[in-house]
């Protein structure tokens, strides 16, 4: 007897040995076709590393601080997402056709699989690094509550699928490894998660400078405001929460979780934290990366 399987959580699809959510992956080839603008700003994250953080940020500093201009749709139209491709809502690219300029696009590809044109046309990008124990915990609850990712399984075993690099867009070592060694010969701001949350003000101004749009005082402030994790968790149009519940069911677990740095510390046991330090270590042997795990 054939087995019927349930179409909502497709097993991941390799794109060049990336594995990649099922969906995204078909849609892989029309992604030949996208051109970058002169003035697109490219917001690049592994995920859960901070993207809708800067994506609103970012969206706040372009409208020079108006909430009102912030609010005029949702963060994944505002912001569209490159390779963003599940039935029934709109690509990323058919967003992006519909986006006027200057666009902020994000995306979470790796190097290997970015659009060339970003590349040749000398995109400006910001890259949000997190550190890995945060991150693993944050992708095992999304896992869980976006259904376009395979089952997630236990815990334990969603650890060693991400230390295994088996998760959708791949090992994040390499992701945060080799985005490091595009700044040398492109212009990318790389930042930290922890740093933003550490002093977001210093952080929204050091993009707002990247991009050309210093702020006043005021507005400044008035953007570390609007973008706390709690404003955000309250911001429909910031939290995700008006994506269909077959894409993303908060009622499993909301988007906008604990916007925490240290909660690994509540998941991970003492073996399993060991024996991710001693991986780690061999992951990242030999680079000028550091990340905090707490702060
Ligand atoms: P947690 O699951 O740890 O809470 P991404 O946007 O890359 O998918 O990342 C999502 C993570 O960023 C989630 O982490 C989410 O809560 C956190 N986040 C979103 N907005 C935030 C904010 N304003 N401040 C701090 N963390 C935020």
Redesign the pocket.
């Known amino acids: 007897m054939e087995l019927i399987q349930d179409s909502s959580r497709p097993p991941l699809v390799p794109v060049k040995g990336i594995p990649i959510i099922k969906y995204f992956a078909e849609n892989f080839e029309l992604l030949k076709d996208f051109q970058a603008q002169p003035d697109d700003v490219l917001i690049s994250?592994?995920?859960?590393?901070?993207?809708?953080?800067?994506?609103?940020i970012l969206d706040m500093i372009f409208h020079g601080g108006d909430q009102e201009k912030c609010q005029r749709a949702p963060i994944y139209i505002r912001v569209p997402f490159l390779e963003f491709n599940v039935p029934g809502v709109p690509t990323g690219l058919e967003t992006l056709q519909e986006t006027p300029a200057p666009r902020i696009i994000k995306t979470?590809l790796p190097l290997s699989l970015l659009p060339q044109t970003l590349l040749d046309r000398k995109t400006k990008i910001i890259y949000?690094a997190?550190n890995a124990k945060?991150v693993v915990?944050?992708y095992f609850?999304?896992y869980k509550m976006a259904k376009v990712h395979p089952d997630p399984g236990t815990w334990e075993e969603f650890l060693e699928t991400f230390m295994a690099g088996k998760v959708s867009y791949g090992s994040w070592y390499q992701h945060v490894l080799e985005w490091w060694e595009l700044t040398k010969r492109h212009p990318v701001l790389y930042l930290f998660?922890e740093d933003?949350?550490k002093d977001p003000r210093k952080e929204i101004q050091k993009i707002a400078e990247f991009v050309g749009r210093p702020l006043p005082e005021d507005v400044l402030d008035q953007i570390v405001q609007k973008?706390?994790?709690?404003?955000?968790?309250e911001n429909p149009m910031?939290n995700y929460s008006t994506l269909p519940d077959d894409i993303m069911d908060h009622s499993i677990?909301?988007?906008?979780?604990?916007?925490?740095t240290g909660?690994w510390k509540n998941v991970f046991t003492v073996a399993q934290n060991e024996r991710f330090d001693a991986h780690y270590e061999r992951k990242m042997a030999g680079s000028e990366l550091h990340f905090y795990n707490e702060l």
């Open positions: 994250t592994y995920p859960k590393s901070g993207t809708t953080w800067v994506s609103e979470h949000v997190r945060d915990v944050s609850n999304f998660y933003i949350k973008t706390s994790f709690k404003k955000m968790q910031a677990c909301p988007f906008m979780r604990k916007g925490a909660d």
